[in-house]
């Protein structure tokens, strides 16, 4: 081949000017940038050189032609009129890539089939000896693209992606490709700080690809020298000892940079799970003299005592895709600005993240930002000086400064205890730092503040363990926050299609950083959900799998509670009177639990000496839940747990019972029922249902919770009917009277 061979260099999108800085420097000539790709030409010794060293680049193609093509004939003729036997033995096997279209050539495989062709034929030999095709490790790679009417006929020198460096066999969940790792080290300005000495702490490292491609770039380590297998090994064309003079000085360099004192590289990881992956990665790398690995949260990480020590902290926060995810992630990234304010003065910082608006969170302002694309997801990369003019909180100050504040330092050590005034839950201790609030979520903090101080006493006073202590009292706000010992269990509801969805974020986000400090709780016990419009049984349906439960204590009895895994809890919190008033009527009698979740108003029964009780539900999951909390409480006997569907149920059922109880949903079309439920339709004919098993004296309570519920006109001419809506409402509910509507039925 000659010493001016074209190349295109791909890239993953937005490393374009960064890929050509580097191609540059390793020596492509006359190099421009094209859509994911930039352009050059270049000896087969700079080829080489781009293959073994470039850390940015995809693949290193080498042009073999270029043609204008009209059709599918044209193509298959430009690419028969290269001569193959410079490249390929007739008895060899190749694998062809083809992108583009136009020219009639809409279908890639089709266009891949034509170049395979074309090839094969100039090959084939007298004796029917042809190549052959291995998509996996062929001999020769060959790609085309179409674009506009020229085809770019070319040979993959790469074979591989050359983001693919060997080190990394394990991965978690959302790892980011080495090329992208390297580009994001690379403008975060880690080579600078590596030539100067610099540290480098990870505080989210997963499995070590940060970590890795630092090291490889401060030892001076080739990204793909361990690399055996190119797309040139079994090219015809290729040099062998110009590659292997270029191979034996990336190794010669390596063991010199390995040779010098490491620098201070660590990572950090919250999950135990990816430590060992991360340490059999590095140790792959070869790198574990450099770098080290430990468990811990975001706020463990600290650099080393010697108080001289520089250098920059990168981090990929993950970026929330889970229901919920929207205040963990907000209290990481809150975490980790404090950590940077409190442990990195004077450290630079780079955070690579696909949710932007939490980036604005960490208190600490970006002097820059560059635009990224992880596969299709767009990022940005923020880079942060840490210097008391950058941050958002206000200047850091020392003991000394604070200790020469006395006005200030009384307010911070008087305003946590007013927060807690009447407060049950166990205070979390201030932070020396908090975030500023912004002037809503400041406004919000105040309603919050004030709702708990009244609510608290009562709660206090009544023993009542987990209460509302806000309900979208603010429309912006539009949330539910219930206090469940010292955790709160969040829900947001959908926002009207009318608000602006970066609005309706923005106000979630200052909410989300209010409530810990406005209710003294530790960030991580916040948990959120997000409560739409549901159909069918969808808000019974599991959502996560932690299987955390809490126990909980109301009227006397234990109840367990699961704040993660569904969309409600486990206990329906405004339904807490309504249980109160069956514990005290129920001494004696048997009580019918109908469509009874996790059975808590069965268990209040059993507690007020039921003589027994009868729990029906549909769902084995729940039904399981309601045995743990009738055996939580002593009461396994005389009580039964029925599965089934309701309506059937009950027509099937031969019982009498003293003390009914019904809750329905307001809709219902789950596969183990027959047809579906809907609470206004079919309310008449379950209370008939049930009537017919209600004892002489006896008491049905029947509520639901469908706002636009209408009770039938024509009960009431058959039974004694009174609504009892407002009595089954506590304080907590009182302004959100329609949470719920009960009614007592008798008969005549």
């Given at each position: 081949m000659s010493d001016d061979n074209e190349l295109f260099l791909t890239c993953p999108k937005g490393l374009e000017g960064l890929l050509l800085e580097e191609a540059k420097a390793l020596g492509l000539e006359q190099a421009r940038e094209h859509t994911s790709a930039i352009r050059g030409v270049a000896s087969m010794e700079t080829a080489y050189r781009l293959c073994l060293w470039s850390r940015l680049a995809n693949r290193v193609l080498l042009v073999l032609a270029r043609f204008p093509v009209r059709d599918a004939q044209t193509l298959y003729q430009g690419v028969l009129h290269v001569d193959w036997f410079e490249h390929l033995e007739p008895s060899g096997s190749l694998a062809v890539e083809f992108s583009g279209h136009g020219s009639g050539i809409d279908n890639t495989h089709f266009g891949a089939l034509k170049v395979k062709d074309a090839i094969v034929d100039k090959l084939r030999q007298a004796d029917g000896t042809r190549p052959s095709v291995d998509k996996l490790n062929p001999d020769l790679r060959v790609h085309l693209r179409l674009d506009r009417g020229e085809a770019v006929l070319s040979l993959d020198l790469s074979g591989h992606s050359l983001h693919q460096r060997g080190y990394r066999l394990q991965q978690g969940a959302a790892p980011l490709k080495e090329n992208l790792a390297a580009a994001v080290l690379i403008r975060a300005g880690w080579p600078r700080i590596a030539a100067e000495g610099g540290a480098l702490a990870d505080p989210m490292c997963g499995v070590?690809?940060?970590?890795?491609?630092?090291?490889?770039?401060?030892?001076?380590?080739?990204?793909?020298?361990?690399?055996?297998?190119?797309?040139?090994?079994?090219?015809?064309?290729?040099?062998?000892?110009?590659?292997?003079?270029?191979?034996?000085?990336?190794?010669?360099?390596?063991?010199?940079?390995?040779?010098?004192?490491?620098?201070?590289?660590r990572g950090y990881e919250a999950d135990p799970r990816l430590i060992q992956p991360a340490r059999n990665n590095i140790d792959r790398a070869g790198l574990s003299d450099w770098i080290k690995v430990y468990q811990g949260e975001v706020a463990t990480f600290e650099p080393r005592p010697d108080q001289n020590q520089k250098g920059l902290v990168i981090s990929n926060p993950p970026y929330g895709e889970r229901l919920g995810d929207e205040a963990s992630l907000l209290y990481l990234y809150q975490n980790l600005g404090e950590r940077l304010r409190q442990a990195c003065m004077g450290w630079e910082a780079a955070v690579f993240t696909g949710a932007p608006d939490l980036g604005k969170r960490m208190g600490i302002r970006s002097h820059k930002q560059y635009a990224f694309w992880n596969g299709a997801l767009p990022c940005k990369l923020l880079l942060i000086k840490v210097q008391p003019e950058q941050f958002v909180t206000g200047e850091r100050r020392t003991p000394e400064q604070r200790e020469r504040e006395p006005e200030q330092n009384e307010q911070q050590v008087e305003e946590p205890k007013l927060n807690r005034n009447g407060n049950p839950i166990r205070p979390a201790p201030a932070p020396v730092e908090q975030a500023r609030l912004s002037e809503g979520g400041q406004m919000f903090a105040n309603r919050l503040q004030k709702n708990l101080k009244q609510l608290g006493k009562w709660a206090r006073r009544e023993g009542v363990d987990c209460y509302r202590v806000y309900d979208a009292d603010m429309p912006e706000y539009a949330l539910a926050i219930d206090l469940y010992h010292d955790w709160v269990h969040v829900q947001e509801y959908a926002a009207p299609r009318s608000i602006d969805p970066e609005k309706a974020q923005a106000r979630l986000f200052d909410a989300l950083a209010a409530i810990p400090l406005a209710l003294g709780v530790d960030k991580s016990r916040v948990v959120i959900k997000r409560r739409e419009r549901q159909s069918g049984t969808r808000q019974y349906e599991r959502q996560a799998a932690q299987g955390q439960f809490m126990e909980v204590k109301e009227g006397g009895i234990k109840l367990l509670v699961n704040l993660t895994d569904y969309l409600d809890t486990g206990l329906f919190l405004d339904h807490r009177p309504l249980r109160l008033r069956i514990q005290k009527e129920a001494a004696g009698k048997r009580f019918l639990n109908l469509f009874c979740y996790t059975a808590t108003a069965s268990v209040h029964a059993a507690k007020g000496g039921a003589r027994s009780t009868t729990s029906v539900d549909l769902s084995k999951t729940y039904l399981d839940w309601a045995r743990r909390n009738l055996s939580l409480n002593g009461f396994s006997d005389k009580n039964r747990l029925e599965q089934g569907d309701v309506m059937s149920w009950l027509a099937d059922d031969r019982g009498e019972y003293e003390l009914i109880f019904i809750d329905p949903p307001t809709f219902s079309n789950s596969k183990r029922m027959e047809g579906v439920f809907d609470v206004q339709r079919d309310h008449v004919q379950l209370l008939d249902l049930a009537m017919a098993r209600l004892a002489p004296g006896g008491v049905l309570y029947f509520s639901n919770n469908f706002r636009k519920f209408l009770l039938d006109e024509q009960l009431p001419a058959r039974y004694q009917v009174e609504e009892i809506s407002a009595a089954t409402l506590d304080p907590d509910f009182a302004r959100n009277a329609k949470i719920h509507r009960a009614w007592k039925l008798m008969a005549k």
């Open positions: 070590g690809t940060f970590l890795v491609e630092a090291a490889m770039i401060a030892a001076d380590i080739a990204p793909n020298l361990t690399r055996e297998q190119w797309g040139f090994s079994n090219w015809l064309g290729h040099v062998p000892a110009t590659w292997n003079r270029l191979r034996v000085e990336a190794e010669e360099r390596a063991a010199a940079g390995l040779a010098k004192p490491p620098l201070w590289i």
